[in-house]
């Protein structure tokens, strides 16, 4: 690999440090400096790249915290909803025939409204069904 020479001037406790450090076995000014500028040059680089891509990597953080926070209250309102249920609700009977297919009825109702909810993208709840809910 060819080496260019550079000429620079550096205070004289600083040079006088490059000196010492130079003295070890094995190392040499030029070795010392060209790692110093390496490493400034690759540290600077990292900073640019911070620059450039963190405030995006911030938003995309804050992003998935508010989907996991607002999954987080889809759970536990699913969760207190089927408790409350289960607590006002009697179980049927074995031979509550006429229940059971009320329920079940019910049941493949609930699944089938879910299902063109989601098919259509529309939301029961949330920013965008409050605007497009019509006055009662």
């Known amino acids: ?11 004289e406790s600083l040079s006088e440090r490059l000196d010492a450090l130079a003295a070890a076995p094995g190392a ?10 390496t490493a400034w040059l690759d ?5 640019a790249l911070d620059d450039r891509f963190g405030q995006r990597l911030d938003r995309l953080t804050n992003g ?3 989907i996991e926070r607002n999954g987080q209250i889809l759970l536990e309102t699913l969760a207190l909803f ?6 006002i609700h009697p179980p049927l009977a074995d031979n509550d025939q006429a229940g059971r297919a009320a329920g ?15 098919a259509s993208g529309r939301q029961t709840f949330g920013a965008d069904a409050l605007l497009a809910e019509e006055p009662r």
């Open 1 to 11: 690999m060819a080496r260019i020479r550079h000429q620079f001037y550096l205070s």
């Open 28 to 37: 040499s000014k030029s070795a010392i400096l060209a790692d110093a500028v």
């Open 43 to 47: 540290r600077r680089g990292t900073h």
């Open 64 to 66: 998935l915290g508010r």
């Open 82 to 87: 089927v408790r409350y249920e289960l607590a």
């Open 104 to 118: 079940s009825a019910r049941f493949n109702a609930f699944v089938t409204q879910v299902s063109r909810q989601i």
